[in-house]
């Protein structure tokens, strides 16, 4: 039975996305250097966030979960199997829509420095531990590969964050979760801000679940109809 | 044939992973290391620094000779001069060194007074300060200022 917070869960997350598009798109006035290119502040900074931090941290979790004995469970797994592909969405969306950022104010679509490549990696990483999940018939050892390629590809994520620190790189700085703590965002513009890295989370958590159900639903028939071909083979047996 | 017992269907161990999975497994490991090496190759083995600071490239100016080299500063205030050809301006960076800067290309479109840009291209000669570039890049900041504080805020505490 669902409860409130799972019925809610979606329209919530769809309220709060349309306050942030209200906010970023007619209420927060543009910026100085950037003029209406600043509404981009309130989309592609949330997506990288979910797809960075929120999303693949869920998977890096399920996985160390599965992959210690005391907590192993195919639960686990599901939340593995739907947390990478919603992630691979996220993690689209954030190269996407920080090309199309990077155009008009870098004046490139691309450039290889260290931020955007390690990104990019981290994109196909995900879409190699799909397709080793796909490789593997027999569910344990697809969990357990999977959970493997995931925690190598974690390595990954503290190298995207710090790369703008530790190289020089076309990309800015971080803006919120700056090493000294500071706010390099000024007002409206930052609460908006702030508003869109909520409404992306929800809008994650909703997608995760309905994932989740999806192949929680698929487990389930695929159970039934093993249970239901072994009734039929016992009563073939009892009746020759 | 008659069966006197019934079919064991108890749930046995699962065999060992196949060998065909294991193939499997390892072609798409193969094809993605290819893959992050082909990502790593183009973007960050030749340099993990997308360019040099203006600092950066005094202090070893002997090595960077003619060759291309992407050079990073801040446009300098007063300075942009627009050419048929491009945009002439002086570029400085943290320790007042400075760089002219000969642009043949279409600047983007933030292109202004004191940011920090990117330029793609080389030095006229080994001891020249003056660069000659084939493409801008705009690196802004990560700072984001309100275009009308006031359109949020009034003096008088409305707001808009």
Redesign the interface.
């Given at each position: 039975m669902k409860t409130l917070f799972q019925r809610a869960l979606g329209p919530f997350a769809l309220v709060t996305l349309a306050a942030t598009v209200w906010l970023g798109l007619w209420?927060?006035?543009?910026?100085?250097?950037?003029?209406e290119?600043?509404r981009l502040?309130y989309i592609h900074p949330a997506l990288a966030w979910v797809a960075l931090y929120v999303s693949f941290g869920v998977v890096v979790v399920a996985s160390a979960l599965y992959l210690w004995p005391r907590t192993r469970s195919m639960t686990l797994d599901r939340v593995v199997e739907a947390g990478l592909e919603v992630s691979v969405i996220f993690i689209g969306l954030t190269l996407v829509t920080g090309s199309i950022w990077g155009r008009?104010?870098?004046?490139?679509w691309w450039?290889?420095?260290?931020r955007?490549?390690?990104t990019?990696?981290m994109g196909?990483?995900e879409l190699?531990c799909i397709?080793?999940r796909r490789?593997?018939?027999?569910p344990?050892?697809r969990a357990r590969?999977s959970a493997v390629?995931v925690l190598v590809s974690a390595v990954n994520v503290p190298i995207i964050h710090f790369s703008v620190q530790?190289?020089?790189?076309?990309h800015?700085?971080?803006?919120v979760l700056?090493p000294t703590g500071k706010l390099?965002?000024?007002?409206?513009?930052l609460w908006t801000l702030l508003l869109s890295f909520f409404a992306f989370t929800l809008v994650y958590g909703w997608l995760l679940r309905s994932r989740y159900r999806l192949e929680s639903d698929r487990s389930s028939r695929h159970d039934r109809q093993l249970q239901r071909a072994?009734a039929e083979?016992?009563s073939e047996?009892?009746r020759? | 044939?008659?069966?006197t017992e019934?079919?064991d269907?108890s749930p046995i161990e699962?065999?060992a992973?196949?060998g065909r999975?294991r193939r499997?497994?390892w072609?798409?490991?193969g094809?993605?290391v290819v893959?992050?090496g082909a990502?790593?190759a183009?973007?960050?083995l030749s340099n993990?620094?997308?360019?040099?600071?203006v600092d950066q490239a005094f202090g070893h100016r002997s090595t960077l000779g003619t060759h291309d080299f992407r050079l990073?500063g801040l446009v300098t205030k007063g300075t942009i001069v627009r050419t048929i050809r491009g945009a002439d301006f002086t570029m400085q960076g943290s320790h007042h060194r400075s760089v002219l800067v000969i642009e043949i290309g279409q600047?983007?479109?933030?292109?202004q007074s004191d940011?920090p840009v990117?330029v793609d291209g080389h030095f006229t000669s080994s001891t020249s300060a003056t660069f000659v570039a084939h493409?801008?890049?705009?690196?802004?900041?990560?700072?984001?200022?309100?275009?009308?504080?006031r359109?949020?805020?009034a003096p008088n505490g409305s707001t808009?």
């Amino acid at each position: 039975m669902k409860t409130l917070f799972q019925r809610a869960l979606g329209p919530f997350a769809l309220v709060t996305l349309a306050a942030t598009v209200w906010l970023g798109l007619w209420i927060t006035p543009p910026d100085q250097r950037q003029g209406e290119l600043v509404r981009l502040l309130y989309i592609h900074p949330a997506l990288a966030w979910v797809a960075l931090y929120v999303s693949f941290g869920v998977v890096v979790v399920a996985s160390a979960l599965y992959l210690w004995p005391r907590t192993r469970s195919m639960t686990l797994d599901r939340v593995v199997e739907a947390g990478l592909e919603v992630s691979v969405i996220f993690i689209g969306l954030t190269l996407v829509t920080g090309s199309i950022w990077g155009r008009p104010t870098w004046g490139v679509w691309w450039a290889w420095d260290a931020r955007l490549t390690s990104t990019a990696v981290m994109g196909v990483l995900e879409l190699g531990c799909i397709a080793l999940r796909r490789a593997n018939d027999d569910p344990q050892t697809r969990a357990r590969r999977s959970a493997v390629l995931v925690l190598v590809s974690a390595v990954n994520v503290p190298i995207i964050h710090f790369s703008v620190q530790w190289w020089n790189t076309l990309h800015q700085g971080a803006s919120v979760l700056t090493p000294t703590g500071k706010l390099n965002v000024h007002g409206s513009q930052l609460w908006t801000l702030l508003l869109s890295f909520f409404a992306f989370t929800l809008v994650y958590g909703w997608l995760l679940r309905s994932r989740y159900r999806l192949e929680s639903d698929r487990s389930s028939r695929h159970d039934r109809q093993l249970q239901r071909a072994i009734a039929e083979r016992q009563s073939e047996g009892s009746r020759a | 044939m008659t069966l006197t017992e019934p079919i064991d269907v108890s749930p046995i161990e699962p065999p060992a992973a196949s060998g065909r999975s294991r193939r499997r497994s390892w072609l798409v490991v193969g094809v993605l290391v290819v893959a992050v090496g082909a990502l790593l190759a183009q973007g960050l083995l030749s340099n993990l620094n997308y360019f040099e600071t203006v600092d950066q490239a005094f202090g070893h100016r002997s090595t960077l000779g003619t060759h291309d080299f992407r050079l990073e500063g801040l446009v300098t205030k007063g300075t942009i001069v627009r050419t048929i050809r491009g945009a002439d301006f002086t570029m400085q960076g943290s320790h007042h060194r400075s760089v002219l800067v000969i642009e043949i290309g279409q600047p983007p479109q933030l292109f202004q007074s004191d940011i920090p840009v990117v330029v793609d291209g080389h030095f006229t000669s080994s001891t020249s300060a003056t660069f000659v570039a084939h493409q801008i890049i705009v690196k802004h900041t990560s700072n984001y200022v309100e275009q009308h504080p006031r359109r949020v805020k009034a003096p008088n505490g409305s707001t808009r």
